[in-house]
């Protein structure tokens, strides 16, 4: 059972910065997908970004394209979510998912197997 461990989540202002972390006790990126997704408060889950089989390849809900950047370390087993530019709408608990999605489900949560317990994000004004 592979076991996804989240952190780096905290309080920031809107326009601050932080950096999840997500470490997998013996999956990587390499050996199929990792993503990040997030939940708030009385809404559904959503796909927030992904980095499959390659760190150049990697995909971002158009909610955080240009603030937000995936990215692996392999040899760490660890996928990383900074986030840039935060706004009040990106106040969420971050979830870390692991997988072997096809190109049709990498945005959906039906795309990954494994999940972590979640990292509560908190954008304030």
């Known amino acids: 059972q592979v076991e996804l461990v989240e952190s780096g989540g905290g309080v920031v202002q809107v326009g601050g910065s932080l950096r999840l972390s997500c470490t997998a006790s013996?999956?990587?990126?390499?050996?199929?997908?990792m993503a990040w997704f997030r939940q708030a408060p009385g809404k559904e889950r959503e796909f927030v970004a992904a980095?499959?089989?390659?760190?150049?390849?990697?995909y971002y809900a158009d909610s955080v394209k240009g603030r937000f950047a995936i990215s692996g370390d392999n040899a760490k087993r660890t996928v990383y979510l900074q986030m840039n530019s935060l706004k009040s709408e990106d106040t969420a608990v971050y979830f870390c998912?692991?997988?072997?999605?096809?190109?049709?489900?990498?945005?959906?949560?039906?795309?990954?197997?494994?999940w972590g317990q979640g990292t509560r994000v908190a954008v304030s004004s």
């Open positions: 998912a692991a997988g072997y999605p096809i190109s049709s489900s990498l945005t959906s949560r039906n795309g990954y197997r494994y």
């Open positions: 980095i499959r089989r390659s760190s150049s390849n990697t």
């Open positions: 013996e999956f990587t990126f390499r050996d199929g997908g």
